[in-house]
Every structure is written in C-alpha cells, then in structure tokens.
C-alpha cells in the first residue's frame, strides 16, 4: 500500500501531533487519543491521494463542533 518510509512518517508525525497538544506532564496519558487523531487525519490525508484539504476539513469540522457544544453547552 504505501511505503515504509510512509508509514514511519505517519507515525511520528502522529506522535508529533499528539505531544504537541499536551500542557503539562500529567496530561500524557492523552497522548495516545490525540497521536491516534493524528494518526487518522494523516491516514486520511494518504487515503486522500495527499489532499492537504481533506484533513484540514475534518480537523475545522472538529474543533468547531466541540467549540459550538462547549458555548451551548455549557
């Protein structure tokens, strides 16, 4: 399917993504669910025949739905 070097980069591009939205040490075990976020959206950019568009809409389409829930929410 793809490449090793591929599958590498999305890996550590997803641990990347993942570590870079922590605040503190004691947030770390979110680590895993948000590298495994980035492991979709980079997934998907692949999938995608490398649409950077296709994974930004997603990522737009999430942060808005929890920024909308959050305000009416509560």
């Known amino acids: 399917m793809y490449s ?3 599958l590498v980069a999305l890996i ?3 641990a990347l993504f993942g570590a870079l939205r922590l605040r503190s ?3 770390w075990p979110l ?3 948000y ?3 980035g492991l979709l959206l980079g997934a ?3 999938l995608s025949q490398q649409n950077i568009l296709a994974p930004i809409s997603v ?3 999430w942060n808005t739905t929890g920024f909308v829930s959050s ?3 509560g």
């Open 25 to 27: 040490i004691a947030e």
């Open 44 to 46: 998907l950019y692949l």
């Open 4 to 6: 090793g070097f591929g």
């Open 71 to 73: 305000v009416f929410l």
């Open 31 to 33: 680590l895993l669910n």
């Open 12 to 14: 550590v591009s997803s």
């Open 59 to 61: 990522h737009i389409a």
């Open 35 to 37: 590298g495994f976020v």
